[in-house]
């Protein structure tokens, strides 16, 4: 551990900010629903099982939920007991920091940083894009996708300044809904099945062929978010019990739900046609075949679809304001950011994810005016490309996070079993190195051919730009600001 102060003389020791987050608000049912809006159930069923059917030509992409699931277990074993004896809303930062060190902290945490407000910011591209068509489609308007975006801003942001429980309400009823709809349309699926049920797409001949690296890359997005329980620790009830328990039920929910659903859909569209249907018509699919037998429940679920990506925009816009915080407050990042609301928000942080939001958007809305890509400018680019680059990056974080809870377990005096000290973090090691090469190799893939060939390397480039950049501040810190580098651990520990 290292020692509380080492101030130099004419400089301020580093303070306790004013204010914090609202401690105690959020209980594991709260927490559970906060975790799996990040990942939308529905933007998964409409959005990511057709383009993983489309892409991979595989039918094993029920198989995909699984074996991730399987990994990410395993990464939460040693995660959920790092996650109860440090309760920090830079989770990846505070628990990198604790297990490699300092300088290796402030790399994850701006890693992190990047990679949520990418994510987050490029979810405005579909919400824009579908909450346009819904409306035009209804009303005969022309509305464009960035004012559609406008809306969707708005209500993050004055969401993402209000107390978290008030968040978490709103997230809870939508994610209900969300989980109804796909059980629903899983059950139509299983009703009408026109080629009868089969367990054609659970062959592991379908899964365990060439094209598993693409079904993995593209059904990791599906997790992802899966790991911000942690990032609320400061806001929960009881922390030690609740922030794993809520991680082991929404990794479970998430494996299972998702495997099944699309297990489920394939039945309902036909083994034999889902992956030419999904080629042909892409995330329309799932409303496309409702609508076959109801124009009202495909308009339900339209709905859904958009409120859905509202929950995602929102629980990530909640992660990166609490990683400004969580910077602002070790004074990593200006002390300013550690400024919080009356009402228990990191308000700062809120506000300035919400005007980087602005910037972006607003430069992709002046840059796709006339663009060729007509309606789907929003979708190809902005979505397409922030999305799977922040994927990119969080997978890497991830894998670094087993190696450091590996490195904690094995310093810590209490005698934890070899399975948890060393198996679990392992497997879970390798189990996403393998998924970041695997997203990487895919990337052209991913993002398709929207935009220079020079891309597939800029955006992996930026994520790992702000790594390294990360690990120059460090040592910045360490050499310059000792100061504040030496009191990191206290500041980490802070609840």
Same mark, same amino acid.
């Given at each position: 551990?290292? #020692?509380?102060?080492?101030?130099?003389?004419?400089?301020?020791?580093?303070?306790?900010?004013? &204010?914090?987050?609202?401690?105690?608000?959020?209980?594991? +049912?709260?927490?559970?629903?906060?975790?799996?809006?990040?990942?939308?159930?529905?933007?998964?069923?409409?959005?990511?099982?057709?383009?993983?059917?489309?892409?991979?030509?595989?039918?094993?992409?029920?198989?995909?939920?699984?074996?991730?699931?399987?990994?990410?277990?395993?990464?939460?074993?040693?995660?959920?007991?790092? $996650?109860?004896?440090?309760?920090?809303?830079?989770?990846?930062?505070?628990?990198?920091?604790?297990?490699?060190?300092?300088? @290796?902290?402030?790399?994850?945490?701006?890693?992190? =940083?990047?990679?949520?407000?990418?994510?987050?910011?490029?979810?405005?591209?579909?919400?824009?894009? $579908?909450?346009?068509?819904?409306?035009?489609?209804?009303?005969?308007?022309?509305?464009?996708?960035?004012?559609?975006?406008?809306?969707?801003?708005?209500?993050?942001?004055?969401?993402?300044?209000?107390?978290?429980?008030?968040?978490?309400?709103?997230?809870?009823? !939508?994610?209900? !809904?969300?989980?109804?709809?796909?059980?629903?349309?899983?059950?139509?699926?299983?009703?009408?099945?026109?080629?009868?049920?089969?367990?054609?797409?659970?062959? #592991?001949? @379908?899964?365990?062929?060439?094209?598993? /690296?693409?079904?993995?890359?593209?059904?990791?997005?599906?997790?992802?978010?899966?790991?911000?329980?942690?990032?609320? $620790?400061?806001?929960?009830?009881?922390?030690?019990?609740?922030?794993?328990?809520? +991680?082991?039920?929404?990794?479970?929910?998430?494996?299972?739900?998702?495997?099944?659903?699309?297990?489920?859909?394939? @039945?309902?569209?036909?083994?034999?046609?889902?992956?030419?249907?999904?080629?042909?018509?892409?995330?329309?699919?799932?409303?496309?075949?409702?609508?076959?037998?109801?124009?009202?429940?495909?308009?339900?679920?339209?709905?859904?679809?958009?409120?859905? =990506?509202?929950?995602?925009?929102?629980?990530?816009?909640?992660?990166?304001?609490?990683?400004?915080?969580?910077?602002?407050?070790?004074?990593?990042?200006?002390?300013?950011?550690?400024?919080?609301?009356?009402? /228990?928000?990191?308000?700062? &942080?809120?506000?300035?994810?919400?005007?980087?939001?602005?910037?972006?958007?607003?430069?992709?809305?002046?840059?796709?005016?006339? $663009?060729?890509?007509?309606?789907?400018?929003?979708?190809?680019?902005?979505?397409?490309?922030?999305?799977?680059?922040?994927?990119?990056?969080?997978?890497?974080?991830?894998?670094?996070?087993?190696?450091?809870?590996?490195?904690?377990?094995?310093?810590?005096?209490?005698?934890?079993?070899?399975?948890?000290?060393?198996?679990? #973090?392992?497997?879970?090691?390798?189990?996403?190195?393998?998924?970041?090469?695997?997203?990487?190799?895919?990337?052209?893939?991913?993002?398709?051919?929207?935009?220079?060939?020079?891309?597939?390397?800029?955006? #992996? &480039?930026?994520?790992?730009?702000? &790594?390294?950049?990360?690990?120059?501040?460090?040592?910045?810190?360490?050499?310059?600001?000792?100061?504040?580098?030496?009191? =990191?651990?206290?500041? =980490?520990?802070?609840?």
């Amino acid at each position: 551990m290292l #020692p509380a102060r080492n101030v130099q003389p004419g400089h301020r020791a580093p303070t306790k900010p004013k &204010g914090g987050l609202g401690a105690g608000r959020l209980g594991t +049912t709260s927490l559970v629903f906060m975790i799996i809006a990040a990942s939308a159930p529905l933007t998964v069923l409409a959005g990511g099982v057709p383009t993983n059917f489309a892409v991979s030509r595989l039918l094993g992409v029920p198989w995909s939920y699984l074996a991730l699931g399987i990994i990410l277990v395993f990464f939460a074993v040693g995660y959920g007991i790092m $996650s109860s004896k440090i309760q920090n809303s830079g989770a990846f930062y505070a628990y990198v920091s604790e297990g490699l060190g300092n300088r @290796q902290g402030i790399a994850a945490a701006i890693l992190a =940083l990047v990679s949520y407000n990418m994510m987050q910011v490029g979810l405005y591209g579909i919400f824009g894009f $579908s909450l346009a068509n819904l409306i035009n489609g209804w009303f005969g308007t022309s509305i464009s996708w960035w004012m559609a975006a406008l809306v969707g801003w708005v209500l993050v942001a004055v969401m993402g300044v209000s107390n978290v429980d008030f968040s978490a309400k709103v997230l809870g009823v !939508l994610v209900a !809904l969300e989980f109804l709809v796909v059980a629903g349309v899983s059950l139509l699926s299983l009703g009408v099945a026109p080629e009868g049920i089969t367990a054609e797409t659970m062959r #592991p001949g @379908q899964f365990f062929t060439n094209g598993i /690296g693409v079904l993995l890359a593209f059904g990791i997005a599906a997790f992802m978010g899966f790991e911000s329980g942690a990032i609320y $620790s400061e806001e929960a009830r009881n922390p030690e019990r609740t922030v794993p328990k809520a +991680t082991y039920i929404a990794v479970g929910t998430i494996a299972l739900f998702y495997a099944l659903s699309a297990w489920a859909f394939a @039945q309902g569209v036909g083994p034999s046609v889902i992956i030419d249907k999904a080629t042909e018509l892409g995330p329309d699919l799932v409303f496309a075949w409702l609508g076959e037998y109801s124009v009202f429940a495909a308009n339900i679920a339209n709905c859904l679809f958009v409120t859905s =990506l509202i929950a995602a925009l929102v629980a990530f816009h909640n992660a990166a304001a609490r990683y400004f915080f969580s910077l602002g407050r070790s004074r990593v990042l200006p002390e300013k950011f550690a400024m919080s609301s009356s009402k /228990g928000a990191p308000i700062a &942080g809120s506000l300035t994810q919400t005007s980087i939001a602005f910037v972006v958007v607003g430069g992709f809305a002046l840059a796709g005016n006339g $663009s060729e890509m007509g309606e789907l400018f929003p979708v190809l680019t902005l979505f397409t490309w922030l999305t799977n680059a922040a994927a990119f990056g969080l997978v890497f974080l991830l894998a670094v996070v087993s190696v450091s809870i590996m490195a904690w377990l094995n310093k810590q005096e209490k005698s934890y079993n070899l399975f948890t000290r060393v198996i679990a #973090p392992f497997v879970s090691a390798c189990g996403l190195v393998a998924v970041f090469v695997l997203v990487l190799m895919n990337f052209p893939l991913m993002i398709g051919g929207t935009g220079p060939d020079a891309l597939v390397w800029v955006m #992996p &480039g930026i994520i790992i730009a702000s &790594g390294i950049l990360g690990l120059f501040w460090g040592e910045y810190l360490k050499h310059k600001k000792p100061y504040i580098y030496a009191s =990191l651990h206290d500041n =980490l520990d802070q609840i």
